[in-house]
């Protein structure tokens, strides 16, 4: 250690990120970062202050690997925000980091910007890390093209993946399909034909960013893997008959490593506005028709993330992922261990984070959470967050 001041934090039970340590943990953190990673009995350096959490699990800071931190939850989330000013949303872009952190979200990826307002302000400063695609990639007047980023055919989209390197962006979006959340756009139809998307990807890869794709119909998702996508979103799987899971397509994908984000996770006793929820049924797109299919991908061997879809609706505030890892354990047959995985060191290898954060390591940012009872029993105690440590600094707890 450098000799600097060490502060550490002691639980019974401990998670690193990738396994649970069978003699809990105490976490030594030094400058914002962590300084090592003891078993819970072993004797704290002197003149080091401990923080004691009897009854609890400490793990890595949770990873929202999908939000739209300019959205604000409400029910015209993405409707309202080429109407409101940018002094309102950076207002609501740091309402909506601060939300993550209470719930144990120390880092997130936006993928869904309203014309670079999180790429040119908002990825420094005391919220979590922030991992960010500016405006998605897509058609003209197609899924969320209020944001700023239509483009199509080979060469436009080329140059569109090279704005988002010039501006500084993380990871690429692209809307291989329609969404729920624009009219007029259509769930069972890809948005990009093969060659436009395998250009999106060819040009992202060149200069070094990956590429996940938007993508809720069946075409789409085939689509995207065969064009060679790192990451596919909500991965929905639809047809006009209802939800299909092609065995050979998750093989597909989980050969190749892909990482699949099926956003679960919303709000208790909330659900979406009336005019989405309607538009979910007549389509057969339910949050309940989602489950048996993340359930057959994760029977396949597709890596999963816990990302939400944080911001869009009153039924995905922001904060949601102990909520996203609880329902891929009831409801999808995850085991606790993968789930807490794909909302740490899974997530954060797909974030491009790794080398930061995500695990219980030595020399990674000090990135800390203690959830409430022993999480190998429940997983549910991430919904009790006793401390959030984001870059060593301690989050305040909310009223």
């Known amino acids: 250690m450098s000799g600097g001041r060490v502060h550490g934090y002691r ?27 003891q078993p819970a009995a072993a004797p704290a350096p002197a003149d080091c202050a401990v923080t004691e959490f009897p009854d609890a699990t400490l793990l890595p800071g949770l990873i929202d690997s999908h939000v739209h931190l300019c959205g604000d939850s409400g029910p015209h989330a993405l409707d309202q925000l080429p109407e409101l000013p940018a002094e309102h949303l950076d207002a609501v872009v740091a309402q909506a980091a601060q939300q993550h952190l ?47 980023g239509e483009a199509a055919g080979v060469e436009a989209l080329r140059r569109a993946v090279r704005e988002r390197v010039e501006r500084g962006a993380d990871v690429v979006k692209v809307m291989a399909s329609g969404g729920l959340l624009t009219p007029g756009t259509d769930l069972f139809a890809c948005q990009f034909g093969l060659d436009e998307l395998r250009a999106v990807v060819e040009e992202a890869h060149r200069h070094g960013l990956p590429v996940t794709a938007h993508a809720h119909a069946l075409p789409a998702v085939a689509r995207s893997a065969a064009a060679g996508v790192d990451g596919i979103e909500h991965c929905s799987c639809l ?38 929820q309607a538009r979910m049924e007549a389509l057969g ?84 959470l203690v959830a409430a009872g022993d999480l190998a029993a429940d997983v549910t105690g991430l919904q009790r967050p006793r401390l959030v440590v984001s870059r060593g600094r301690e989050v305040p707890r909310g009223d």
């Open 11 to 37: 639980a019974p039970h401990a998670f690193d990120g990738e396994r649970f340590l069978p003699e809990g943990a105490l976490v030594l953190v030094e400058g914002g970062r962590i300084a090592a990673v």
């Open 102 to 148: 209470q719930a144990g979200v120390t880092a997130v990826r936006d993928l869904g910007d309203h014309r670079w307002t999180v790429v040119d302000r908002h990825r420094g400063g005391q919220g979590p890390t922030v991992v960010a695609a500016g405006p998605p990639i897509t058609s003209p007047g197609g899924h969320c093209w209020t944001m700023g």
């Open 239 to 276: 047809t006009p008959d209802g939800v299909r899971t092609a065995p050979d397509l998750a093989e597909r994908l989980a050969a190749a490593g892909t990482y699949v984000c099926p956003t679960l996770g919303r709000t208790p006793g909330q659900v979406p506005p009336p005019h989405v």
């Open 285 to 368: 797109a339910t949050y309940e028709a989602q489950l048996p299919n993340v359930a057959a991908l994760h029977a396949h061997g597709v890596t999963l993330l816990a990302g939400t879809d944080a911001g869009i609706s009153p039924a995905k505030r922001h904060g949601l992922v102990p909520m996203a890892v609880a329902d891929l354990v009831a409801e999808c047959g995850v085991p606790p261990v993968a789930a807490l995985t794909a909302a740490t060191a899974t997530a954060a290898r797909a974030c491009g984070l790794a080398d930061r954060t995500g695990r219980l390591a030595a020399g990674l940012d000090a990135d800390l």
